[in-house]
């Protein structure tokens, strides 16, 4: 029996379960580029180019095991465009009985899959994703009977599980969470950054150059800079960048976690999430070389246990989210948003120097970090009750990290509350103020971030108290938010006035502005 095995392009990991009984002497293994997967969307062409060249280099490690592997190029005269196409066309090929694969983390392609068994007419056998320490069944489980699915609890279970940071039954430091030590404002968390050494980068090799030329001929239509392309696109080199993250970065992660400042786009953070994403760097082992730094003293609790409830506590549960959710969660809008997304987003030409700023950078760089995404364009999307349908697909398209399983939870989720509080148990809404001490965008901005209302206010403070009023009838039984409604309710009808009118002509000339790509 001769077997196929589908690799997806996130799925680029030895010990991928598709691999697990592999016979380099019996099997063969496809691997290809297709324009289908490269424009559902259309992701960022650094976002293309990471996974191509991620998925050459990684045929090149399995045929170095001595497997034969069809890799089918997103050029090849032949390359039919689509997955099933040419998954069709490499069992011909092979006379192949039995297609294996990965489940697949969208669950688009995985509906699609599970059509292929009757399409192909021959077995095909799906198997789970064992990359993630919770299965869906185990979610699932865990969700059931729950009146709130909350992350801490969740996150909790999964330090038991994995034995992280735990002493015997009992959390390290008597504590499961110190988050209270962390989120330094911008001031204090800048500290000595800038003598920080500086980020790694890896130099475009010859295959990697190969796709740039690709990917800079078919998709520079997409918004995105190419140039100066620098990720890791092997195992090797993405754990040279977790290496020098968890010697360099790792003792300042929990202090400078919320900070933003227009200089530095990092900060402290990671910059794993693309290798994790694609299976370039194991999930666990990442976490337990943070715990070993911690153990020998070179980091401090704040600061991995912070990193680790990242990936065991969020990931894991927004993954989980969404396969208990989906398909229902993708049409989510539960506060009946739906103005369009303003050509800022694409354009970083707006007033706005935290929206410019943030925007800027994802052009460049295709990656923000977290407070960037949740407090500066997320939340300006929430305030402005844009679509969150919209919302979704700009995620999904601008970061090169963006799968749906992740970005979706976390936008439609954490972000626009458009689950009604499933996910999060309050918006992440916020006025100027708030950005202005995360921050030092607030310097460089033409608004004024002190002034309330009128001209040159800074348009979030308006916005801020519009959203609450205009979202009171469903907001203001929130528990978390009655001391912001007491605010409300104590100010002056005329101040309300003023907040509400300010936040309507901002919008009106918001709504005037040609959409993106009318010129
Ligand atoms: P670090 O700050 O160094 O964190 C370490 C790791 O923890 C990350 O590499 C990531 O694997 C994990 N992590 C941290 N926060 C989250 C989270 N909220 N959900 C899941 N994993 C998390 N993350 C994605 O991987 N893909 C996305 O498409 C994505 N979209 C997002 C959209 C919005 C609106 C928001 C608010 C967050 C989104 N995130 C997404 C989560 C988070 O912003 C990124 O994981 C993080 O910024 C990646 O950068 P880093 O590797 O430097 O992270
Ligand atoms: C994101 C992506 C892109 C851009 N291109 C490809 C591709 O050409 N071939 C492929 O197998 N996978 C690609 N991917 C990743 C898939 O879209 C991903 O496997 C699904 O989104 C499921 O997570
Ligand atoms: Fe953003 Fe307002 Fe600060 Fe300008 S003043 S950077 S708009 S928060």
Redesign the pocket.
């Known amino acids: 029996a001769r077997h196929l095995i589908l690799?997806?392009?996130?799925?680029l990991s030895p010990e991928i379960s598709s691999l697990r009984d592999a016979d380099p002497a019996r099997d063969h293994l496809l691997?290809?580029?297709?324009?289908?997967?490269?424009t559902?969307v259309r992701?960022h062409p650094k976002?293309?180019a990471f996974?191509?060249s991620a998925?050459r280099h990684f045929a090149e490690v399995l045929e170095a095991k001595g497997f034969s592997v069809d890799y089918v190029r997103?050029d090849d005269p032949d390359n039919s465009g689509s997955?099933a196409g040419e998954v069709q066309r490499a069992l011909r090929r092979m006379r192949a009985d039995r297609l294996i694969a990965t489940e697949?983390?969208?669950y688009?392609?995985?509906e699609a899959m599970s059509g292929w068994q009757r399409a192909f007419n021959l077995p095909v056998e799906i198997r789970e994703d064992d990359r993630f320490l919770c299965s869906k069944a185990e979610f699932a489980a865990w969700a059931e009977g729950r009146k709130q699915l909350r992350m801490e609890y969740f996150y909790r279970d999964m330090r038991r599980k994995t034995g992280l940071l735990m002493q015997g039954d009992q959390p390290e430091g008597g504590r499961w969470n110190f988050d209270a030590d962390n989120r330094k404002p911008a001031a204090q968390a800048a500290g000595d950054l800038f003598s920080a050494p500086r980020r790694r980068s890896i130099a475009p090799d010859r295959i990697t150059q190969e796709v740039l030329a690709l990917v800079g001929a078919r998709f520079s239509h997409h918004f995105g800079v190419l140039d100066g392309f620098d990720l890791a696109v092997t195992a090797e080199d993405a754990v040279r960048l977790l290496d020098d993250f968890v010697t360099h970065h790792l003792p300042d992660f929990g202090d400078r976690q919320d900070a933003m400042l227009a200089g530095d786009p990092v900060l402290s953070h990671s910059l794993l999430s693309f290798y994790i994403n694609a299976g370039l760097l194991d999930p666990l082992a990442v976490c337990r070389k943070v715990e070993a730094a911690y153990r020998a003293g070179r980091a401090p609790l704040n600061a991995a246990e912070g990193f680790i409830r990242q990936i065991i506590g969020w990931r894991e549960y927004v993954r989980g989210i969404y396969w208990l959710k989906m398909p229902g969660y993708l049409d989510s809008n539960a506060l009946e948003a739906t103005r369009p997304m303003p050509a800022f987003y694409w354009t970083g030409e707006t007033e706005m120097a935290c929206i410019a700023t943030v925007v800027r950078q994802t052009r460049d760089l295709a990656y923000a970090h977290h407070i960037q995404r949740l407090m500066i364009t997320g939340n300006f999307a929430l305030l402005a009750g844009i679509d969150p349908q919209a919302v979704h697909r700009w995620y999904l398209e601008v970061y090169a990290d963006a799968?749906?399983?992740v970005e979706l939870p976390n936008v439609i989720g954490m972000s626009q509350f458009a689950d009604g509080g499933l996910l999060g148990s309050k918006p992440y809404a916020a006025g100027g103020s708030y950005i202005n001490r995360m921050s030092d965008y607030c310097s460089g901005c033409g608004y004024d971030v002190k002034k309330k209302t009128g001209e040159g206010a800074c348009p979030f403070n308006a916005l801020y108290w519009d959203f609450l009023a205009r979202q009171e009838a469903r907001l203001k039984g929130n528990r978390r938010l009655a001391t912001v409604y007491a605010a409300w309710g104590r100010m002056t009808e005329a101040q309300q006035a003023a907040y509400r009118e300010s936040a309507a002509a901002f919008l009106k000339a918001l709504d005037a502005l040609p959409a993106y790509g009318e010129g």
């Open positions: 690799l997806l392009g996130d799925q691997l290809c580029e297709v324009m289908e997967e490269a559902y992701h976002k293309i996974l191509f998925m997103l997955l697949a983390g969208e688009r392609l995985a799968y749906e399983w």
